[in-house]
Each structure stands twice: as structure tokens, then as C-alpha cells.
């Protein structure tokens, strides 16, 4: 009898991060339970506020990092490891998790860990808005008045999807007038009038719409979408288009391809602007940039 035994396999560390500040529920909490223990004894879960530097015990970098919590969650734990070779995995719990459902990650907790443990290390490339990175999109005009008044309204409502499609109504009532911008892409000026400018880096995200754009994306590049709404009525009607997964390009919205493209307001010097849930006031000219450092991220194993 073959009495050779195969050596076990060495404890992976792994380190699922979750953020306070996010208000995580009962649901998230249990979720959070199950995919440590799910992930075997080397799982530890560990608090991080994003915006402070991103530490480990004793200076031991971690396997891999398993980011517990919605898209701004991961990528702001994404703009801590690019370039560090540390691969990150996700544990979606956000209201859309598009990043996580565009790498094919379950939102079951057993399911996800044995994702991640029989997932595969891959590099990608991510955006970047003004040195910022994101990894599904980046916008001006109307799109971060709505994830505004999204979170007011699941401040007082809770965070439900219903919650989200009303913030688009009570957005779009508000809506007075579109941004004039002038957009360089290194090949001269275009002087454009648009109610929403969407910057994507999220094939998963442009197909849930219908619009394509998937291959600028392959290729390291930006799928950049211009409304050509400039009026209420006319604003109307690409949302419910789009909503239906029936807007089209030349009529609702122009679609153009840049890996390196500054967009420079008119009429006024900043702007609100989105990108991956977050929000925040940002003085013109706006420069997006393909970072050129790998994220190393786990793309899912087929979990059985």
C-alpha cells in the first residue's frame, strides 16, 4: 500500500475587511460570520476606516483581502493595494455590487468563500478622476445629484432599491440645467451640452443598460457616455429608455473611447462629482487617466 501522503496545503492569511462607517446591519454582520469561517482558520476579520492607512499585525502582508461591504467600500480598499500585489477578493453586501457581480462573485456567504478560495489571482487595470481611482465609473451632471439625494433618502427610509429609483424621480424633478463642458481627448477640443457625462470602466454595468462599450473597456481604455439631453423633457426620456435597456447611441446618447481625457466646465469653476457610490465637490478641469499599476484581484473559482 502507497503510503505517501499528500502535504496539506499551508494556512492561507486572509484578512476580510469591513468598514464601521457604513452602519453594516444584522444581515451584513451574519453574512460577514459566515464567510470567515467559510474561509478557514487564517481568516481574521479586521475594522479599517477608508481614508486612514491600511496597516497589518506585525508588518505580515495578508494572502489575500477580502473587502465585506458595497462598491465604495471596495474601491476605496482598492486604492490601498494598487500596485501592491495583494490580491483583493470581495464579499458583496452593497445595494448594486457592481464590481463584485461584474468579476462573478456570489452574494451568498459560502458561496463567495469557496469562490475565493479556489479563485484565481488576475491583474486589471483601473481609472482614475484627478488621481483618484475607481473601478466601475466616474460622472458629472445629473448622476451625482442622484446618488445624493440617494443617501438622504436611505437616511431616512433605509437602503432598499425602491429607495434608489426614487432618488432618480426627485433628481430629475430638480434638474435646472446641463453642464457645458469642453472634453479633450488628445485629439483637439469638442465643446459638448449634456445633462449627464458617464466615464465606465464596467462592462457589467454598461450591459445591465443595454449600451455597449464593453470593448473600449477590454481594451484598457474608458467607455464615455454623453446624454444628449439638454432639457427636462428630453432628460425624461433617455432615463426611461435606459431604463428599459432601449437607448440608443446617436439618438439618446454619443459614446466615445479614452484611456487619457480632461473634461473643463463652463458657466462654473467645480462641480459635483461620482465615482463608485462616492461623491464629493471637485474644482475644474477633470482628468481621467488609466492608472498604470496593476489591482490584483481574485477572480472567482467555481464554487461546488
Not at 473643463?264 to 459635483?272: E, F, K, M, N, V
Amino acid at each position: 500500500m502507497d503510503q505517501t501522503q499528500r502535504p496539506e496545503a499551508p494556512t492561507r492569511r486572509i484578512r476580510v475587511i469591513v468598514n464601521p462607517a457604513s452602519g453594516g446591519n444584522r444581515r451584513d454582520r451574519n453574512a460577514i460570520d459566515r464567510v470567515r469561517e467559510g474561509l478557514g482558520d487564517g481568516a481574521e476579520v479586521l475594522p479599517w476606516t477608508p481614508g486612514r492607512p491600511l496597516t497589518w499585525k506585525g508588518g505580515e502582508k495578508p494572502d489575500i483581502v477580502v473587502a465585506a461591504g458595497g462598491d465604495g467600500t471596495v474601491s476605496a480598499l482598492a486604492a490601498e493595494l494598487i500596485g501592491s500585489g495583494t490580491p483583493l477578493a470581495v464579499l458583496p453586501l452593497g445595494t448594486f455590487n457592481y464590481f463584485a457581480r461584474g468579476l462573478g462573485y456570489s452574494e451568498d456567504p459560502e458561496t463567495a468563500a469557496r469562490q475565493i478560495l479556489d479563485g484565481e489571482a488576475h491583474a486589471i487595470r483601473v481609472g482614475t478622476v484627478n488621481g483618484t481611482p475607481f473601478l466601475n465609473n466616474a460622472s458629472l451632471g445629473l448622476y451625482p445629484h442622484v446618488l445624493r439625494e440617494r443617501e438622504r433618502t436611505y437616511d431616512r427610509w433605509g437602503r432598499h432599491r425602491l429607495a434608489a429609483h426614487w432618488s432618480v424621480v426627485r433628481s430629475f424633478v430638480r434638474f435646472r440645467q446641463p453642464l457645458s463642458i469642453t472634453l479633450d481627448r488628445g485629439e483637439g477640443p469638442e465643446t459638448r451640452e449634456s445633462a449627464l457625462v458617464f466615464v465606465a470602466r464596467s462592462a457589467y454595468q454598461l450591459e445591465r443598460f443595454g449600451i455597449e462599450g464593453g470593448e473600449a473597456i477590454s481594451d484598457d481604455a474608458f467607455a464615455v457616455l454623453i446624454a444628449r439631453a439638454t432639457t427636462r423633457g428630453a432628460l425624461a426620456r433617455v432615463i426611461a429608455r435606459l431604463t428599459a435597456r432601449r437607448a440608443r447611441e446617436g439618438r439618446d446618447y454619443d459614446m466615445l473611447s479614452a484611456d487619457d481625457m480632461t473634461i473643463t466646465l463652463h458657466r462654473r469653476d467645480r462641480a459635483l462629482l461620482a465615482h463608485d457610490g462616492e461623491k464629493r465637490v471637485e474644482h475644474s478641469p477633470f482628468r481621467f487617466r488609466m492608472d498604470p499599476r496593476p489591482l490584483t484581484v481574485i477572480l472567482p473559482g467555481e464554487a461546488t
